[in-house]
């Protein structure tokens, strides 16, 4: 629905983007600032992100968070596949309706019932069987792949019933069989909405703080976590240099993930339209 | 001959995949979902009805065998006494919904006006706004509340501005502060907002507002007769998905509002890591679903409604 924007939506439009943008616009020039106190200006200068790179510390906590990232987001975008497929595709089976809603739930949970049920649980299996013998990158991982799973599927389901089954129609017609058209034709189809699950994953997993809090033991700082101690003491100028590299790369990653994306719906339009000719 | 009887084994196993894929792939989530999910709501559940006890776990059993085989079950309410009994607990709980619905509250007036900005604006500026819309909420939480310490600070630069403008002359103390909480709360939750809001209105149908212009009616009038009424769905559905993690929120209360802002996240999470009194923590978990169980219900209903009219 287009139509004539009133004078009152341009003006709330400008303060909700000033609003948005401001805050990170200065929390970037202020990374370049000379001065040991943030908020007073000493100059322009590139000293805080030498003293970012020189830090162990972060090297460490950038490498940790990174790995988790990686193996949750390839993880949750398989079971999230799964999941998603299993309620779009597959009709009524026993313990949907139980299944639906542990899809979802995670999505509304609060953050801190999460982290404390899952550490619970981590150190009751640990009384039981012995494992995990210590907290860190494998019960962080876990912990991650249950909450991003739920985005993952949330992202395929919509994709799953927005693109028709005309296609997986004509297959079968053409003698295809169920596990033939789900691998050679689904799947495929499903390609856009997999790659931003897969990085709504991978986001989700470098921003979590409270749940890495709770599941983590000592020695395993993620990034946030070790960012969240730093700026608990008040402003720090090498943050201001993290946070802007950190925006920059979330910045490009969006823009490419966008343009795969409007290229393959234009690509989808296209095949829908041959299919629906065919019949 | 060895390789051949292998092969066999693996192309039976492969058939009998086939044949039940479809088992397969509901499963293996399936499982995933009640052990780390399911499962650990449970063993909160078992906790918040037993004792602290000083011991690795520290809290009692429920079943206990030790007794000379002779079966004891320990269940106690007391955590949720005491937390009922404790106005500290029961002050921090009202605060928690105070805050997270006013914030709720104003995030709507902001996001309405926004959305409906969006959904008016021509084709080019429309995918430009919306994607400007969707960036911060995919840069890091953490450092989109960080950058409100440093405006709100006392040498932070919204004091620094105001008094190198000579209106203020002491700057005006504003981080650790509700008021600083509710900025946070605003700000990181408003795409939640926007978002479920534009999508609702996307779909509108602009030939309504023209008959009743048509009609003779205001623009107001036409707002709250015809519009408004029709965008309830995403009204409801940003509103909750603003107010129900607000609600549990931990990092805005912490490092916008210091030690002066208890809500029930932040409580909680202390309750768990400092005084490692996991009873009352676990009891603190079970009362705080308890009150986001309604908005979480509202919400799924909507959402499956929503997803049926597709």
Known sequence: ?279 | MNAGKHDSFINSIMRRLQENWRTVVIIIPFIWLLMFFLFPFFIVAKISLAEIKIASPPFTKMVDWSDGGIMTVRIVFDNFLYIINDSLYVDTYFNSVKIASTATIISLLLGYPIAYGIVRSGPIAKPILLFMVILPFWTSFLLRVYAWMGLLADQGTINNLLISLGFINEPIRMLYTEFAVYIGIVYTYMPFMILPLYANMEKLDGSLNEAAADLGSKPINTFFKVTLPLTMPGVIAGSLLVFIPATGEYVIPDLLGGGNVQMIGRVLFNEFSRNTDWPVASAVAIAMLFLLVLPIIIFQYYQGKAAEDK
């Open chain 1, 1 to 279: 629905m287009y139509g004539k924007r009133s004078r009152f939506l341009t003006i709330m439009l400008t303060i909700g983007m000033a609003f948005f943008y401001i805050p990170m616009i200065l929390l970037v020039v202020y990374s370049f600032n000379y001065s040991k106190l943030v908020p007073v200006w000493g100059g322009w200068s590139t000293r805080w992100y030498k003293v970012l790179f020189e830090s162990e510390e972060v090297w460490a906590a950038v490498n940790i968070s990174l790995k988790i990232a990686l193996v949750n987001a390839t993880f949750a975008t398989i079971l999230g596949m799964l999941a998603a497929l299993s309620m779009v595709r597959f009709g009524k089976f026993r313990g949907r309706t139980l299944f639906g809603g542990m899809l979802v739930a995670p999505l509304v949970m609060p953050e801190v019932i999460t982290g404390l049920s899952l550490l619970v649980m981590f150190i009751t299996l640990k009384q039981l069987f012995g494992w995990p013998e210590n907290r860190g990158f494998v019960t962080i991982t876990i912990a991650h792949i249950t909450f991003s799973m739920a985005y993952v599927a949330v992202t395929i389901q919509a994709r799953l019933t927005g693109m028709g089954q005309s296609l997986e129609e004509a297959a079968s017609d053409l003698g295809a069989k169920p596990f033939k058209v789900l691998t050679a034709i689904t799947i495929p189809r499903l390609t856009p909405a997999l790659i931003s699950g897969w990085l709504l994953a991978f986001t989700l997993s470098l921003d979590d703080l409270v749940i890495a809090s709770f599941v983590s033991g000592p020695g395993a700082n993620t990034l946030p976590v070790l960012i969240f101690s730093r700026i608990r003491l008040g402003l720090r100028p090498d943050i201001n240099a993290l946070a802007t590299i950190i925006i920059l790369v979330v910045a490009v990653c969006i823009a490419v993930a966008a343009l795969i994306m409007f290229r393959q719906q234009k690509r989808d339009l296209l095949d829908q339209k041959l299919a629906e000719q065919e019949r």
